[in-house]
């Protein structure tokens, strides 16, 4: 078998890794765009291939699935296809075009009679991420996808390092957290207090700026507001992702619940005109709210991923609003500018906002890499999805891992 790593040796984001077995059949695991514009070059993207598998549905792991063509089988989990789906409805976009095949944790598979994979299911800030097992001529991959053991599924961390596939001749592991800490919120659980001893005494309204498909935060926030009896307001987007992730977990807090509320902007609300959504504008309509925030703002707080404007400079005139960022601080920078950075930081020196920003990251800090993979106990050990490789290696080193290879991007290594 040979591998190739198109891109993610030297970076975060735009992962793609290319298996070549003994027969010429090509996987490729993962197809992201690049977070930054530093190397912009995706013509990879356009290469032949038989297979792609797709880990979990971030932009920096699946934003070029497109390229590849309708002819080429996608495997992917049905929530993640569903997220994708959700977000190009909401922007106008049709949804994706292709052959798609749905995957389970834990359900082994086979792609062009070649390779035996099996998916398991991982801690991350989505509600479906997998790391996969890929056997083909022999060998043993293990590719980590992004992970973490901090968030509100650390069990299935626990239980991959407690009973640890064998044998495994190369271990492709994230390495995100390089240089990078989790500062004063290494856990949800932490992240969850720090909100309610805000929240508890709000005289005003709170924004909590995330991603809508962060539901580990989301139930952070939740739990945060159950408890210091607020109720949770979202937007129309954001209930239709609780709609599909409670498909697959019952558990997940619902728009029917009386503690969250949605603001039905009318935007929105536009997205959703189709029948198929019948059921689910009725629910919005019992469950909205409007102008009520504007008798009692300090009963609420809401979930968001930019504050609207005009609704900030209407609450202005209760007191001090709260604006809590819950997200990497790396998108209030020009680097990896987003639509929201440049009001965001507006706010963040507004003297009519208080802004904090509680936050723990969806990736493994080093500790947790290092427990890993002496778990795994691999033949042979490559960092990906890092900016900081030959950091990696010395870290790895440091604990007694003396098989780390740092590759290239663009270079095919016999296994």
């Known amino acids: ?139 043993r991959v293990f590719y980590s996808g992004d992970f973490r053991a901090s968030g509100r599924k650390g069990k299935v961390y626990t239980h991959l390092i407690d009973n640890p596939p064998k044998n495994i001749d190369l271990l492709l592991i994230e390495g ?34 995330s991603s809508a498909q962060n539901i580990d935060r989301f139930v952070s926030v939740f739990k945060a507001c159950r408890k210091a009896q607020k109720y949770l307001v979202i937007d129309v987007y954001s209930a239709w992702i609780l709609e599909l992730v409670r498909k697959q977990s019952k558990n997940i807090p619902s728009i029917e619940w009386k503690e969250i509320k949605v603001f039905d902007h009318p935007g929105q609300l536009e997205k959703i005109k189709d029948e198929v959504f019948d059921e689910f504008r009725t629910t919005i309509n019992q469950q909205r709210v409007a102008n009520s925030v504007f008798t009692n703002p300090s009963d609420y707080v809401y979930f968001v991923r930019c504050p609207n404007e005009k609704l900030v400079n209407k609450l202005g005139n209760f007191g001090k609003i709260n604006i809590i960022y819950s997200q990497w601080d790396g998108y209030l920078t020009e680097e990896h500018k987003n639509y929201c950075t440049d009001y965001i930081n507006t706010l963040k020196m507004d003297r009519g906002c208080s802004f904090q920003s509680i936050h723990t990251s969806g990736h493994a800090t080093v500790f947790d890499l290092i427990k890993f993979a002496k778990a795994l106990n691999p033949g042979n050990i490559v960092p990906i999805h890092t900016a900081f490789p030959e950091k990696f290696r010395l870290e790895f080193q440091h604990k007694g891992l003396l098989n780390i290879n740092l590759w290239d991007d663009g270079k095919s290594y016999q296994l």
């Open 176 to 209: 995100t957290m390089v240089e990078r800490t989790n500062h004063l919120y290494s856990t949800e659980v932490g992240v969850e207090q720090a909100m309610f001893n805000i929240i508890k005494d709000q005289k005003n309204l709170s924004f909590i700026i």
């Open 1 to 139: 078998m040979k591998i190739k790593i198109y891109r993610g040796t030297k970076e975060i984001g735009g992962t793609c890794i290319e298996l070549t077995a003994d027969n010429g059949k090509i996987l490729w695991i993962d197809l992201g765009s690049p977070l930054d514009n530093k190397n912009p070059n995706i013509d990879y993207a356009k290469n032949k291939v038989d297979a792609l598998l797709i880990s979990y549905p971030h932009q920096d792991h699946f934003g070029l699935i497109e390229e590849i063509g309708t002819g080429v089988p996608v495997y992917i989990g049905q929530l993640s296809l569903d997220l994708i789906n959700a977000t190009k409805i909401f922007r106008n976009l049709p949804p994706l075009n292709g052959n798609y095949i749905t995957i389970k944790p834990w359900v082994d598979f086979t792609i062009s009679d070649t390779f035996n994979i099996k998916p398991f299911l991982t801690d991350h800030s989505t509600p479906e991420a997998f790391a996969f097992l890929i056997e083909a001529d022999g060998k």
